[in-house]
């Protein structure tokens, strides 16, 4: 196999990993930078896992080839909501925001599982029938080498991956919307005094978190689990946190660092195969990710600043 | 008489506290009315109060006779309310611009329409003479910048009332007077200004009436031309008040400290200490005059240890302390009075009492073989607070919970009390009431007359006329010039200040 | 709680059992009872747990018992967990307490060591102690023929392998099917890959796609829900090109299911492992009388607790079935040794 | 006055674990089960006998040393979302230690557990140094540092430990916190010296951090780091010190397993939970020694009494993972309940 034909199959490959990563770590984006930590991220892609799962095994003969599409909707309509349970805490009731996202990562694999044994009276669910499948872009995809790495054997979600960063990168630095919620992320009470409605616009952004971590969630199931049970949601969410952190809070930034993720994986995988890596022992491969993260931040990442107000509860007219 | 704001008998509680007792407010058209008290008086409550920030428990506000409901700044705004806070409420890493439009952005397609919010930031700066940049993000700008970007953010709004809380506080003489310009022209249009602020000769020289409170409760209102200074401060504290402070002429002997050739780089590796001489001897105040940003904070940091210098020497009776540990340098017989008491001077989230052994803890008698002896720490602390008069519930109290003159008076406790042979003392009244400033001013004069070398930083040149023995001015990182404060003038020392060297040292 | 009736509360060993002088287990069927503790896959894992509680329940059936009234089960969270839920069963009298899985040797051994009265039996491991029967598998022979089937299969002359956690019993897996793919043909290639967790579904689907990209065709998995994504790979591949020839074969139960793909099923076979029989059928020598304490009971080819799965007729061929067989008799026979582990896998590879 | 502060403080802990046990209770209910019934095979099982007693308390054990590790580095304004991998090495290395020496126990066994807390430290170390020196975030290091700990422990395990196996070998009696004498007195339960350790380590930390000049400047530095430096305190220092008694506490945590609960370590397919609970653990105990303790206590006795309800209740043991976690968002939200008391104080007097 060529170098092409090897990153051919690398690039697609690395970002099924990398897209429910980068849905996460996009809501991971929108809490952090109106100052609310979500370590819940976790269990937000754990109720988009089951929400999407339980939803298409539901309604697959209501919704045919669509299901899938409309599953993901569904659970990013539930994450956000069961997501209100961190905002309620964190922002109303003063909660530190690290215990309600732990708590959050809790709750939602106990709901999870409780309602999966309640429902199908098992550990996990069955396998969804018709998941999301890959597909060639007609016409791109025939383009020479370019065609091949991006435009065959792609899902559809990893292009809504790249997308919708795009697209709240575009929200958060161009429209009024991303002003004022970077304002309360950075000076909660300078955004009061210009009359924007801080709590608003947390409860906002958490909502948004918790929507996109069911999205992430959903899409990993869809595209990669196929089913429900513990074993699905295994510290995807943690990745996406250290994503958001990696990518400095910053929506394209997290972008990169879960493609980073992606291809440090893929390589870890693929690497067995190529020449350069055949004498390499296995473990040095199985670690190689993790390890070349830490080595990218020690390296050349670096310090990132975290939006100001992080973490810190806005209680009006505190000093 | 129409008063375009009239605050009657409001009632502010905080948990444990009456910050404003019945405290009425009545400010007509076209003025600028001072709100004047000790620090913790009220003041800024009862404005956040006014701004829409905290809902009172009692009492009615009238906007132009008409009652309102004043529920969030967004009230306030409508009704033409602007606000210039205390602490500045900007995002550091949004441009000038973005401060200015947030919360009321003009659109295009759905974006921030930045050309158009630019160009509407650079007209108005124009129009009253703001002279800022639009696109310089705030953390790049001078505190004065910041100030007039908080103007400007209430005028954006089409505020035609103006609340300034401690304007001046921060701002260096230049800085202040073109505000007072900024401020006439202002009125001048028909804008009504509240201004809170401790100087009473600003109230003096630009208010026309004035109003004091004094724990919570409310003195009355006075026309400022039927006043004067002193009766303005007694008033407000409730008795008399000295304004110079007396003090003998000053004995200086052998130098302590002695700074050769220093050269010191900031965060961003620019120099801003640019071959620094200077000498302080023992019994004498030296008063750094400068305006901000000409390198004063990076030498008190290079003295402190808080920063790497690149080359000269920096000697305390003749012991180099270049480039040595904080630690070494507290060590070696050096207080600090921080500029940015919150930020270097206390753990806030420490008691009070602890942050008072913040540097000598490791030591007996307050810890032995590594532990820690909280009761002689709590014994020494209650001493402290004793002699310095901090008001505070008791030395458990969080320093957090503290006002600022009694954090600042905590600190000054603190360093003074450790006998240092030099005291570094960086705007040491920032932002306190008379009463506070007098009390701090007099133990700074005893200390040198105990024998020990004092460094004043300030930017307030009344403090550094007052206050020092021999003034050395600071300007593009180096000392220009060393004049005594009785052979010259504010105005000259300004002139100095501004890099003018055609001024005679001494004035004529 | 014993005062309420019916319910889901059905245990009459529940907190009664403490007390030794309570008749222990009075089910329909004289006083024999038996439990069994899950590892943390949990008793519906969809393979090994699932299946030995599906013996468990067939013995129920036959002998007239139901949940909690002569048979249950624990269900563990964690590895520490196991100790404290065979005792907990052996506090509830139960006469026969199943191990699932080798995780639990240790566990298994400790607890048998202070309870000599009770009967224990562990799967997929061997156990020491007198009152411990030891239940294995010849998973090696099932993956034989798995590797037969894939052999036959490949077009391309290239299958895979991916494993959950590199260790002995996956090995053994591994051996055999490596043997059975090599047995047809020694000259198609097997690439081996572990994902080193049994719950890395992307992980998974990672390592199919590398397989499937360099041209392997038919990759045989025993790697729990880390397989989840080489299905996922195999059917979305199906799914682009419906003459595309990928193929699954699944693990420890028929995942035809799991295959399926619009019309076709990407589910070559399964390599089925019942532990169902070998469960019941201990049961049943313990009930008798004759448990096998201290032994190795060792289930295989032979006694059907290994086999192939035939669902997809359509994909597994005629031909493929009849050379399955015939390995099949050569195995039973005893004419061929299949390897367990990769030390013997060397050299029966050597001897071909 | 009705409730003083002091009183408050001690009351909403448990105010919250009731809100959360009754929140738990109706689900059940809402479920169609008998919380009366699931709660009494909960409490059976954590408690029933001595046997459950001592397991609940082996279970206990490693939770306090994690969330001990948690809370330090909390207390120090950092999260260590490493605990996790710490306990990996800390339990890979007293085994190591344990099966690797023949020596007398009063020296292989303090041996043993101190090559445990040491793994742990280094493993903390990592993070501490890169945040110290080069500013990078600690929760990214600390989670690359649990993957990177779980594969290299089994790697060893497999390939250093022993030739190929998925487990290592038991280790000596001599560096065995097992006790005959603690399981005889619990009907054989695992129970074992560890808990002497968990609880001295406990001590240990409030004594640090409240009592001594390090823990002084710990503290100072998690609340400012600025004037730490201004006090003379050496902030990296201070941080990476923070980080390695962190990974200690955690290591500490892993030879409770390998010396004390399993005496050996075996291929893990995944992560034990031990860390991640450990987060749970500190949060609960509001970050202080003795919550910890108490916070372990209760989450051991959730976990090992979840167990049972299945088999004797038929509740399905997911349904306490809920209540755990309702009670932390309850401790979380714990300024709600105080307001709700302050209105009551108030309207009281
Ligand atoms: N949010 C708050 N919570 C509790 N107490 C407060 C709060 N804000 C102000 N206070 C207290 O109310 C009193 C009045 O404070 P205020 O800030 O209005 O004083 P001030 O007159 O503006 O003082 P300064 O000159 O120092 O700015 C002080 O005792 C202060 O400690
Ligand atoms: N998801 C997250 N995103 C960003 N930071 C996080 C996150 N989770 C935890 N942290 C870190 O958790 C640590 C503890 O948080 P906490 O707010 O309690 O500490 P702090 O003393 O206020 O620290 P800081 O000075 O960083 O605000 C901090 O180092 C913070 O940076
Ligand atoms: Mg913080
Ligand atoms: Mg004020």
Redesign the interface.
């Known amino acids: 196999?060529g170098i092409i034909?090897i990153i051919a199959?690398i690039i697609?490959?690395a970002m099924?990993?990398a897209a429910p990563l980068i849905f996460t770590a996009l809501g991971g984006v929108f809490s952090e930078r109106s100052g609310i930590i979500n370590i819940g991220l976790e269990g937000l892609m754990v109720m988009g896992a089951f929400v999407g799962v339980v939803f298409h095994l539901t309604f697959y003969d209501t919704f045919g080839a669509a299901t899938p599409w409309v599953s993901i909707l569904v659970a990013m309509a539930v994450s956000a909501l069961f997501a209100l349970?961190h905002a309620v805490?964190?922002i109303?009731?003063?909660?530190?925001q690290?215990?309600?996202g732990?708590?959050?990562?809790?709750?939602a694999?106990?709901?999870g599982?409780?309602l999966t044994?309640?429902w199908y009276?098992?550990?996990?669910t069955?396998?969804v029938?018709?998941?999301f499948?890959?597909?060639?872009i007609p016409g791109l995809s025939q383009i020479p080498i370019i065609g091949d790495w991006f435009f065959s054997?792609w899902y559809m979600t990893s292009y809504l991956a790249i997308a919708l960063a795009v697209l709240v990168w575009?929200i958060i630095y161009?429209?009024?919307f991303g002003?004022?919620l970077?304002?309360v992320g950075?000076?909660p009470?300078?955004?009061?005094?210009?009359?924007?409605k801080v709590y608003r616009m947390r409860y906002i952004a958490v909502m948004l978190s918790g929507a996109f971590g069911g999205l992430g969630g959903s899409v990993?199931a869809l595209?990669?689990?196929?089913?429900f049970?513990?074993?699905?949601i295994?510290?995807?969410g943690?990745?996406a946190?250290?994503a958001v952190?990696?990518g400095k809070w910053h929506p394209l930034g997290a972008l990169g660092a879960a493609i980073f993720f992606g291809f440090a994986?893929?390589l870890s995988?693929?690497g067995?195969?190529l020449p350069l890596f055949e004498d390499v022992p296995?473990?040095f491969l199985?670690?190689a990710?993790?390890?070349l993260?830490?080595l990218a931040?020690?390296g050349f990442?670096?310090?990132?600043e975290?939006p100001?107000a992080l973490g810190e509860p806005y209680v009006?007219?505190s000093? | 008489m129409d008063y375009v704001i009239e605050m009657l008998n409001i009632r502010k509680e905080f948990p444990g506290i009456v910050a404003n007792d019945n405290i009425n407010l009545q400010v007509k058209k076209g003025e600028i009315h001072a709100l004047l008290g000790e620090n913790g008086a009220g003041k800024s409550t009862l404005m956040n109060v006014l701004f829409g920030l905290y809902q009172p428990e009692k009492g009615e506000i009238r906007v132009r006779g008409e009652k309102a409901n004043i529920t969030d700044p967004n009230v306030a705004n409508g009704l033409g309310i602007g606000m210039v806070h205390q602490h500045f409420m900007l995002v550091d890493t949004f441009t000038v611009t973005e401060n200015i439009v947030l919360g009321s952005e003009p659109k295009k397609m759905g974006r921030v329409n930045l050309k158009k919010a630019e160009q509407e930031v650079q007209e108005l700066s124009e129009r009253y003479g703001l002279n800022v940049d639009p696109r310089a993000k705030i953390r790049d700008i001078s505190v004065g910048m910041q100030q007039r970007v908080e103007i400007l953010k209430t005028l954006y709004r089409g505020a035609e009332i103006l609340i300034f809380d401690e304007p001046t506080a921060v701002l260096t003489p230049q800085e202040i007077k073109e505000l007072i310009q900024i401020m006439k022209s202002l009125v001048s249009e028909g804008k009504s200004i509240i201004l809170i602020t401790h100087k009473l000769k600003e109230i003096m020289e630009v208010c026309d009436r004035c109003t004091v409170i004094r724990k919570g409760q409310g003195i009355g209102t006075v026309d400022v031309a039927e006043t004067n200074p002193t009766d303005l401060a007694s008033l407000m504290v409730g008795r008399e008040v000295s304004f110079s402070t007396e003090k003998k002429p000053a004995e200086p002997q052998e130098t302590y400290l002695s700074i050769k050739d220093l050269r010191v780089k900031d965060v961003r590796g620019v120099e801003m200490v640019k071959g620094l001489n200077l000498d302080v001897k023992a019994g004498e105040i030296v008063g750094i005059a400068g305006v901000d940003g000409n390198g004063q904070s990076e030498l008190i940091e290079a003295i402190t240890g808080l920063r790497k210098t690149e080359s000269g020497e920096i000697k305390l009776h003749d012991k180099a302390l270049t480039n040595l540990t904080p630690r070494k340098v507290t060590q070696s017989g050096i207080s600090h009075i921080p500029q940015d008491r919150h930020k270097f001077g206390l753990v806030l989230d420490f008691p009070i009492g602890e942050n008072m052994v913040l540097q000598s803890y490791y030591d007996k008698p307050f810890s032995k073989n590594g532990v820690m002896n909280f009761k002689n720490i709590y014994k020494k602390a209650n001493e402290l607070i004793e002699e310095y008069d901090v008001r505070t519930p008791d030395a458990y109290t969080k320093a957090r919970a503290l006002s600022g003159g009694n954090q600042q008076k905590a600190i000054i406790g603190r360093e003074v009390d450790r006998s240092p042979d030099l005291i570094i003392a960086a705007q040491p009244t920032r932002g306190l009431d008379v009463g506070a400033i007098e009390f701090i001013h007099q133990r700074l004069i005893e200390e040198r007359d105990k024998g020990r070398a004092v460094l004043l930083l300030s930017f307030e040149l009344e403090e550094i006329m007052n206050l020092s023995d021999r003034i050395a001015v600071m300007f593009d990182g180096q000392i220009v010039s060393e004049v005594k404060p009785e052979e010259t003038n504010e105005q000259d020392l300004g002139l100095l200040m501004a890099g003018n060297t055609t001024v005679k040292a001494g004035g004529e | 709680g014993s005062s309420d009736e019916g319910g889901e509360d059905q245990s009459s060993g529940g907190d009664s059992g403490e007390s030794e002088d309570s008749s222990g287990e009075e089910a329909a069927n004289g006083d024999f009872s038996v439990a069994m503790v899950t590892d943390v896959g949990g008793v519906d894992d969809k393979s090994f747990n699932q299946s030995a509680w599906e013996g468990l329940q067939a013995f129920g059936d036959e002998n007239g018992m139901s949940k909690g009234e002569g048979f249950d089960y624990a269900q563990s969270e964690s590895d520490s967990d196991y100790v404290t839920n065979l005792n907990r069963l052996v506090r509830q009298d139960y006469n026969l307490i199943f191990g699932i899985g080798y995780l639990l040797q240790p566990a298994i051994e400790e607890v048998a060591g202070q309870y000599g009265d009770t009967h224990f039996a562990i799967v997929d491991s061997v156990a020491e102690g007198d009152n411990i029967a030891s239940i294995t598998f010849k998973e090696h022979q099932g993956s034989f023929l798995a590797g037969v089937a894939a052999a036959k299969k490949t077009q391309s002359n290239q299958v895979g392998f991916v494993g959950g956690v590199d260790g002995d019993l996956i090995n053994k897996f591994e051996a055999g099917f490596v043997a059975g793919v090599k047995s047809v043909n020694p000259d198609i290639e097997v690439d081996v890959q572990y994902a080193e967790s049994f719950a890395a579904a992307d992980k998974g689907k990672l390592i199919a796609t590398n397989m499937y990209n360099k041209g392997v065709d038919v990759i045989y998995h025993a790697s729990g829900a880390t397989g989840n994504g080489v299905f996922a790979q195999a059917k979305d591949i199906k799914n682009n090109d419906p003459e595309a020839n990928v193929w699954v074969i699944g693990v420890d139960r028929d995942q035809y299911e799991e295959g399926s793909v619009g019309d076709t099923n990407v589910t070559l076979t399964s390599m089925v492992k019942r532990v169902d029989i070998a469960v019941q059928d201990v049961s049943t020598q313990s009930m008798n009388g004759e448990f096998p304490g201290g032994e190795v009971l060792e289930y295989g080819l032979a006694d059907d607790a290994v086999s192939i799965a035939r669902t997809n007729e359509e994909a597994l061929t005629e031909d493929i079935i009849s050379s399955i067989e015939e390995w099949k008799e050569k195995i039973v026979n005893g004419d061929v040794e299949v390897p367990s582990t990769r030390e013997d896998l060397e050299t029966y590879v050597n001897s071909l | 006055m009705l409730f003083s502060n002091r009183m408050i403080n001690i009351l909403i802990p448990i105010i919250s674990v009731l809100l959360g046990l009754l929140s738990g209770a109706i689900i059940m209910f809402f479920f169609g089960y008998n919380p009366v019934e699931g709660y009494a095979a909960l409490w059976n099982g954590a408690f029933g006998d001595s046997y459950f007693f001592g397991e609940t308390i082996r279970q206990v054990t490693p939770y306090i040393l994690s969330g001990l590790a948690v809370a330090f580095a909390l207390r120090t304004g950092l999260l260590n979302i490493g605990v996790e991998g710490q306990v990996f090495v800390g339990w890979l290395a007293s085994v190591w230690v344990g099966i690797s020496f023949e020596l007398p126990m009063v020296i292989h066994l303090p041996l043993a557990v101190l090559a445990a807390a040491l793994a742990g430290a280094f493993w903390g170390f990592i993070p501490g140094i890169l945040k110290a020196k080069l500013g990078v975030h600690e929760v990214i290091v600390t989670i690359m540092m649990n993957y990177i700990a779980l594969y290299i422990s089994n790697e060893m395990v497999r390939s250093v430990l022993t030739d190929g196996a998925d487990r290592t070998p038991e280790i000596f009696p001599t560096a065995s916190l097992a006790s005959e004498w603690l399981a005889s007195m619990t009907f054989y339960s695992r129970l074992h010296y560890g808990i002497l350790i968990a609880l001295f380590m406990a001590a240990v930390m409030w004594f640090v951090l409240n009592k001594t000049t390090t823990g002084f400047e710990l503290r100072s530095v998690g609340f400012n780091q600025n004037a730490s430096k201004y006090a003379g305190m050496n902030v990296s220092k201070n941080i990476v010190l923070a980080m390695v008694i962190s990974g200690a506490f955690a290591g500490l945590a892993g030879a409770m397993e390998g010396l004390g609960t399993f005496g050996y370590m075996n291929v893990k397919s995944g992560f034990t939970n031990i860390g991640f609970d450990g987060i749970a653990v500190a949060l609960l105990g509001a970050n202080t020694a003795l919550g910890v303790v108490l916070a372990a206590f209760l989450f051991g006795t959730l976990k090992i009494g979840a167990l049972n309800m299945p088999t004797e209740a038929g509740v399905p043991t997911e349904l306490v993972e809920i209540v755990i976690a309702l009670i932390i968002f309850f401790v979380a939200s714990s300024y709600i309940i105080r307001w709700v008391f302050l209105r009551f104080k108030k309207e009281g007097k």
Request: proline letters at 4%; hydrophobic letters at 45%.
């Open positions: 196999m034909d199959s697609p490959a099924v990993y349970v805490a964190s109303t009731f003063r909660a530190d690290v215990v309600s732990v708590a959050i990562n809790f709750l694999l106990g709901i599982l409780f044994k309640q009276d098992k550990g996990q069955d396998m029938e018709r998941p499948y890959a597909t060639d054997d575009f161009k429209t009024p002003l004022r970077r304002s950075e000076h009470m300078a955004a009061d005094t210009n009359g924007i990993y595209t990669v689990a196929l089913n049970s513990h074993s699905t295994v510290g995807q943690f990745m946190l250290a952190i990696f994986q893929s995988v693929f067995s195969g296995q473990i199985l670690i990710p993790y390890v993260t830490i931040l020690a990442i670096g310090r990132a975290a100001k009006k007219g000093r």
